[in-house]
């Protein structure tokens, strides 16, 4: 089971719940839509983690910019998907660009890794996407990003997700440890309450009516440091080791996440409608919209 370091000072808003006790309640969307974590408790995915661990992780090889911008964030079904490939012995030609390059760099050319990491994948593709359907029984998704990261990534600085898509969608998504090692994640205020902290600071109205992203950029980036400046926050976390195959759903533009430690993962992602919702009124954009609003009469302190 995860390893988990409450922080005092951060509102506790992880929940530990076993398939079964999802599936008896009717799902988790309500409380998901609320801006919670739901860690699935006494579940493993049963993953063959060697297959990834055969895989040449770094893409320096690959020429083509798009095939290499496609790598960095790569999709599952591009392993076990497509058309079939030809070829003799243990090599392989593909259709698509993007398959090629992983059976001739992320595969180092061997038909064998290459037909064990689809494996491996098409059936944790297949168990996320059944977690997602009792999850979600009332959801209806119009748009699915099955994401894999084979790369490492460390100390990542604080943020909220920023899509840039200004769009009034609801998102639900679930993630996963494909390592062997704990994937280390920090969590701290939600972005509603980091948004009241900072509101009359910041002059955060002048966001108000504006697409949600731009704030968003403004708090990561200016507020927090971004990507450059690592060691300007310094909010109290909760600390989480997510075990290898462990699953946990959260929202992420709503529960701010700091990635310590990861190696391979699954980040899946469904764009899902705002009215197959629990409460639409949870979805992001109106619930920045309404804080303008409260915001805006409330009182100043003199």
């Known amino acids: 089971m995860a390893k988990i370091e409450r922080h005092p000072d951060v509102e506790d808003y992880i929940h530990e719940?076993?398939?079964?006790?999802?599936?008896?309640r009717g799902g988790v969307a309500d409380?998901?839509?609320?801006?919670?974590?739901?860690?699935?408790?006494?579940y493993r995915l049963d993953f063959d983690f060697g297959a990834?661990?055969?895989?040449?992780?770094?893409?320096?090889?690959?020429?083509?910019?798009?095939v290499r911008k496609s790598l960095k964030k790569l999709q599952a079904p591009y392993f076990f998907e497509g058309d079939p490939p030809t070829g003799q012995g243990n090599k392989l030609v593909f259709c698509e660009p993007i398959r090629q390059a992983i059976f001739d760099v992320l595969c180092k050319g061997d038909r064998e890794i290459f037909n064990r990491v689809?494996?491996?994948?098409?059936?944790?593709?297949?168990e996320i996407v059944r977690i997602f359907g009792t999850c979600f029984p009332n959801y209806d998704p119009f748009r699915f990003i099955p994401s894999v990261r084979l790369t490492r990534t460390l100390f990542e600085n604080l943020h909220w997700d920023n899509h840039s898509i200004d769009d009034d969608f609801h998102q639900a998504r679930i993630f996963a440890n494909l390592d062997t090692r704990p994937r280390i994640w920090h969590t701290s205020f939600r972005f509603p309450e980091m948004m009241k902290r900072l509101y009359r600071e910041h002059r955060l109205d002048r966001f108000a009516g504006k697409d949600p992203n731009l704030m968003l950029d403004y708090?990561?980036?200016?507020?927090?440091?971004?990507?450059?400046?690592?060691?300007?926050?310094?909010?109290?976390?909760?600390?989480?080791?997510?075990?290898?195959g462990e699953v946990w759903l959260g929202e992420s533009r709503l529960i701010s996440h700091q990635i310590f430690y990861g190696e391979s993962a699954m980040v899946y992602m469904w764009f899902v409608r705002a009215d197959t919702m629990a409460n639409g009124a949870n979805r992001f954009n109106h619930?920045?919209?309404?804080?303008?609003?409260?915001?805006a009469i409330q009182p100043q302190a003199s």
């Open 31 to 42: 409380i998901f839509e609320e801006g919670r974590m739901i860690l699935l408790k006494d």
């Open 52 to 66: 990834l661990e055969a895989l040449h992780k770094s893409i320096d090889a690959v020429e083509d910019i798009r």
């Open 219 to 244: 708090i990561n980036g200016d507020v927090l440091g971004g990507t450059r400046n690592t060691w300007m926050e310094s909010l109290p976390k909760h600390r989480i080791a997510f075990d290898p």
């Open 287 to 295: 619930r920045i919209d309404a804080l303008h609003r409260a915001m």
């Open 118 to 126: 689809g494996r491996a994948l098409k059936s944790t593709h297949e």
């Open 17 to 24: 719940l076993t398939l079964a006790q999802i599936e008896a």
